[in-house]
């Protein structure tokens, strides 16, 4: 089972580099998130999904971009990297959002920019 | 939004249990009480969830108080895996709710 698979793991970008992280889901999940963990700190959503086709903002979403264009997919995108943006990225998904369904992680990007 | 609040750290010894406490006095009826616990290197894994019953499963027991307003995630005997961040978090029933991870209580196991 590859559960929740994140790409790429390590990445390192000057300021102003583009980038896009991808996620993939062997699961048939419904709900896909993502997270940024900075040092010493718990996580923040950034955006989330709750179907193909669709996108919501969540805590810190600014700076970020993402699209859920297949079901298994969803793709966190990085216009003009900015080093504020050096972080641990985690993607997750669910079956949906219900009271007590649970989160799949992925592994996580340590993401640095320069 | 109701908030959590956990020990930054907690120690422990190999084989012994351990008692992780989280305060939620702003409870609502609906929320639910999730823990999530985070490997070094690792993204966060489900550990158990509950409303009022305690609740038990392979990886550990919750223990609700009868006024909700505080729980406790009990690892029966502790190993050194068990060594990470766990979380505690309030996730509101009956509609679209997003997990909210605070700092959490980072548990060190003593060999």
């Known amino acids: 089972n590859a559960g929740v698979t994140q790409t790429p793991k390590f990445r390192v970008l000057k300021t102003g580099q583009s980038m896009t992280l991808l996620c993939a889901q062997d699961?048939?999940?419904?709900?896909m998130y993502w997270y940024r963990q900075d040092p010493g700190m718990g996580l923040r959503l950034i955006h989330y999904?709750?179907?193909?086709?669709?996108?919501a903002k969540g805590e810190v979403p600014d700076g970020y971009n993402v699209s859920r264009l297949k079901k298994q997919n969803f793709l966190l995108g990085l216009e003009s990297a900015a080093p504020s943006q050096t972080s641990v990225y985690f993607c997750?998904?669910?079956?949906?959002?219900?009271?007590?369904?649970?989160?799949?992680f992925g592994s996580g990007t340590q993401l640095s920019v320069l | 939004d109701a908030k959590t609040t956990q020990p930054n750290s907690m120690e422990s010894n190999e084989e012994e249990p351990v008692h992780l406490p989280c305060n939620h006095s702003?409870?609502?009826?609906?929320?639910?009480i999730h823990w999530y616990r985070q490997l070094p290197s690792q993204g966060p894994e489900y550990v158990i969830h509950?409303?009022?019953s305690n609740v038990n499963n392979r990886m550990a027991s919750l223990a609700i108080a009868e006024d909700r307003k505080s729980s406790t995630l009990i690892l029966h005997r502790a190993t050194l895996r068990d060594a990470a961040v766990y979380y505690c978090?309030?996730?509101?029933?009956?509609?679209?709710?997003?997990?909210?991870f605070g700092q959490g209580t980072r548990l060190t196991i003593n060999p």
């Open positions: 997750a998904s669910s079956w949906k959002l219900g009271e007590g369904e649970k989160l799949f």
């Open positions: 699961m048939n999940h419904e709900y």
């Open positions: 999904s709750v179907g193909e086709g669709t996108t």
């Open positions: 702003t409870i609502s009826g609906t929320d639910y």
């Open positions: 509950g409303l009022t």
């Open positions: 978090i309030l996730r509101r029933g009956g509609g679209a709710q997003k997990l909210v």
